[in-house]
C-alpha cells in the first residue's frame, strides 16, 4: 500500500505465527517478516524456509527461527556486498552471533531441546500444537531473532554490523 507505513515486526510476526490454522512455522515467519523489513523481493514466498521448520523436516536441529533469520541475512548481504565471499562471511559472522545471543538467552540452539518435544515421533507434532509451546515459548524466540536481525535493515546498523564482523573486504 503506497504511502502506509511498514507493519511493526513483531506485530507482524505474530499476525503470521499465531494465526489459528497455523499456517507458517518458526522459519517461514522470521524470514517472510525479515524479508518484507528488509525490502528484499516477494516477501510472502516463504517456501524457501518451509523444510527448516522444527529444526529442519522436524529433526530438532537449529530453531527455525534462527535458520529462517539466516536465510533473510543471506540475501540481505548478497543484495548490499558486492562481493560473494564477503557476503557469505559476513551473513555467517552476524547468524553465529545471533546463535550466541539466542542460546545464551534461551539455554539452548536446537529445537528438541528448547521444546522438549520430538517433532518427528509419532504424534510428536500433535503434541506439540496442543501444549501451546509455540504460542509462547516459540513465539518469544521468534520475536527473539526478529528483534536481533531487524535493525539490519537500516543501513547505518548494517554497516556497523558489517563493521564488528572485522570483514573489511574481499581479501
Not at 21 to 38: I, P, Q
Amino acid at each position: 500500500m503506497a504511502g502506509s507505513a511498514a507493519p511493526d515486526p513483531v506485530e507482524h510476526a505474530r499476525r503470521l505465527f499465531l494465526e489459528s490454522r497455523n499456517l507458517y512455522g518458526c522459519a517461514e515467519t522470521v524470514f517472510a517478516v525479515l524479508k518484507t523489513v528488509y525490502g528484499l523481493d516477494d516477501p510472502d514466498d516463504t517456501s524457501a524456509a518451509m523444510a527448516l521448520n522444527g529444526g529442519v523436516g522436524y529433526g530438532g536441529g537449529i530453531c527455525g527461527a534462527i535458520s529462517g533469520g539466516a536465510l533473510a541475512v543471506g540475501l540481505l548481504a548478497g543484495r548490499r556486498l558486492e562481493s560473494h565471499r564477503q557476503a557469505k562471511r559476513v551473513a555467517r559472522e552476524i547468524t553465529a552471533t545471533v546463535m550466541d545471543e539466542f542460546a545464551a538467552a534461551h539455554g539452548a540452539v536446537d529445537c528438541r531441546t528448547l521444546i522438549g518435544i520430538d517433532l518427528r515421533a509419532p504424534g510428536g507434532h500433535s503434541a506439540f500444537l496442543r501444549s501451546g509451546i509455540w504460542q509462547d515459548r516459540c513465539m518469544a524466540q521468534v520475536e527473539f531473532v526478529i528483534g536481533r536481525l531487524a535493525p539490519l535493515a537500516d543501513p547505518a546498523a548494517w554497516e556497523q554490523a558489517v563493521n564488528r564482523t572485522g570483514d573489511t573486504g574481499d581479501r
